[in-house]
């Protein structure tokens, strides 16, 4: 399993051809949510595109060493927002699906929480592992061999404030 490196560049452009996809299937949606941390550049990227409001919904299942070691997964208990309800038709976006568990779970506590608002959700992402339980609705590159996806934002997982802080004093005194 060869691990995937991803550059800002292609990482963007990968995120625009989600984009073309979605908007080539004809559906339309009145709401993007997306899963954070992951999904929040992806989501925050479609929304503009788009033109439509952005929710957020905090999930976590990974951490350890590198942030490589799948733990249980953890759903916030609301969702972040500025419209006073969730749309009726939702775009459910996230970077990856991996094991596919936060998907599915999500789209349970969705229908616990937000039915009968909620008529319509497609699920989108950037990355479709083949190892994944569920496939997303939309996505733009599938990936046989589930390689671990290094993501350009992936160094600030990395370091600690510490480390920041010393970096540009050095590059201060220079």
Known sequence: MPDLYVSWSDYH?????????????NWTFNQILCLAKGGLRVGD??????????AILATSSYG???NQVRGSLTIARS?????????SR????????????TLK?????????????????????????ACSVMAPDYYVSYLPDNPWIHQPFEPYEQMTIADLVATHTAKAMT
Request: proline fraction near 4%; avoid cysteine; hydrophobic fraction near 45%.
């Open 90 to 101: 939702v775009l459910l976006v996230d970077d990856l699906v991996d094991s596919g568990v």
């Open 13 to 25: 452009h990968t995120i625009e051809q989600l984009a073309v996809q979605i908007y080539q299937s």
């Open 45 to 54: 990227i479609l929304a503009r595109i788009y033109d439509v409001p952005l």
């Open 105 to 129: 779970e999500t789209l349970v506590w969705l229908k616990e929480h937000h039915t009968p608002q909620v008529e319509d959700v497609r699920t989108a992402v950037l990355w479709y592992k």
């Open 79 to 87: 969702l972040t927002m500025t419209t006073p309800t969730l749309g």
């Open 64 to 66: 350890g060493t590198g």
